[in-house]
C-alpha cells in the first residue's frame, strides 16, 4: 500500500458521510411509512439530501479531488467512474421524483416551514401521483442497489487488494503527501 497517499478533502468527506447516514435513514423510513406516519419527516429529510446533493455537485466541480490510484486497472477505474456518475444522478432524481409525486397528488410542499416549493405540476390527478411513486419506488431501490455494490467494492479494495482506496475516504485521514 502506498503511504504517501492523497485522500479527499474535509468537506468532500463530510458531504459523504452525512449523506450516507441520511440516505440510508430516509431510504427505510420510507419503506416503513405506512406503519410509522413520519411522511412530514421523510419529505423533509429528501429535501435536505437534495439540498446538500446540489452543494455536494458544485463542491465537485470547483475543488481539486485526487486522482484515480495508480495501481487500479483501466477496468476499474471506468467501473467506478460510471457508479460515482449514477449515485450523483441518484442524488438527484431520487427526490425530484418525491417532489413531483406531493404535487402531483396536489399538496403543497414547504421545506422546514421555511419556504414553500413552487407547483412543477398544475394539473392533480390521482393516477399522475401513484406513476411518480411508481418512479420514486423504483429509483429508490436501484439506488440502494448500486450503493450497496459501492460498498463491496470499497471493502474488497480495502481488505482483499490492501489498497488505500477506502482509507482516502475515512475521516481525519492524511489530505496530502
Ligand atoms: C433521497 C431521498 C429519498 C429516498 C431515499 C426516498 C425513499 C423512499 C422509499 C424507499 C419509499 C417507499 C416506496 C415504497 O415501497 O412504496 C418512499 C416513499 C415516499 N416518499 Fe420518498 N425518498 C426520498 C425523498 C423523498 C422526497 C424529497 C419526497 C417528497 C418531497 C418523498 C416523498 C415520499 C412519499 C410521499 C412516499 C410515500 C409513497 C406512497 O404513498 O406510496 N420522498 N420514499
Ligand atoms: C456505506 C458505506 C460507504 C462506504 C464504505 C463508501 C466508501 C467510499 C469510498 C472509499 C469512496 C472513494 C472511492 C474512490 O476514491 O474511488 C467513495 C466515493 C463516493 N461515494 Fe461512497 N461509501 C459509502 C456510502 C455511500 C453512499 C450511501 C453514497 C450515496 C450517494 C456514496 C456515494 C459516493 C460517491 C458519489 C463517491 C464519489 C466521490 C467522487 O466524486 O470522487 N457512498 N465512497
Known sequence: MDQNYISYGKVAKFLHWTMAILLLLNYFLGLTLEKSSLYN???QTGLTILLLAIIRIIWRIIDQYPAPIKSLSMMERSGAKLR????YLFMLSVPLSGILMVNAHGYELSFWGVYTLPTFIEMQSESG?????EIHEI???????IIGIHLLAALKHHL??????LL???PFSRRGK
Open 139 to 145: 429509483l429508490a431501490n436501484s439506488m440502494m442497489a
Open 160 to 165: 482483499v487488494d490492501k489498497n488505500e482506496v
Open 41 to 43: 419527516f421523510h419529505k
Open 84 to 87: 460515482h456518475l449514477s449515485l
Open 168 to 170: 482516502r475516504m475515512i
Open 129 to 133: 401521483g401513484h406513476v411518480f411513486a
